[in-house]
């Protein structure tokens, strides 16, 4: 019996090692992971919400806030963006707003807009993504997601 477990185990280990040698890694899903992201995975306009949240141990009046716009990425690393926002109450419209981001090959990445940091996740074919704000003391989630039939072709 356990002769036959550990063969299954090495041929298992032995079908994992081949997958990641020659670039075919299967996520859970079936899905291949092959392309990978780039910068160009975002470009276009996407509608964004946000959320942040009050600390228990901290609270601050204008919080909750919450944000909704518009948010444009070039494809190059750049984003600029207008908004709305709700602080506490407190409402300010078309809020402008310019910033930076990053996004390696696994669809990870940064973003930083007015000196807020985020890591962000995008879907591979660049249609959406979720980020949490990175900041020491923030509670804040965001989500970004190109509406259906805008922006470019992808496969």
Not at 63 to 70: R, Y
Not at 110 to 126: F, K, L, P, Q, S
Request: aromatic share 6%; charged share 20%.
């Amino acid at each position: 019996m356990y002769d036959n477990k550990m063969s299954r185990i090495v041929g298992l280990a032995v079908v994992l090692c081949s997958l990641v040698i020659s670039g075919g890694l299967v996520w859970a899903e079936g899905h291949h992971h092959n392309e990978g992201c780039t910068l160009a995975a975002l470009q276009g306009n996407y509608l964004v919400t946000v959320r942040q949240d009050n600390r228990i141990d901290a609270p601050d009046p204008m919080l909750p806030q919450v944000v909704a716009g518009i948010r444009t990425f070039d494809g190059e690393g750049n984003l600029s963006q207008v908004v709305s926002d709700s602080r506490g109450g407190t409402i300010t419209r078309r809020i402008a707003a310019t910033g930076t981001y990053t996004l390696d090959s696994n669809c990870m990445g940064t973003m930083t807009i007015n000196g807020r940091n985020w890591d962000i996740y995008v879907a591979e074919d660049g249609s959406e993504g979720v980020g949490t704000r990175t900041d020491e003391d923030t509670i804040a989630a965001q989500t970004f997601k190109r509406p259906v039939g805008v922006g470019p072709e992808r496969r």
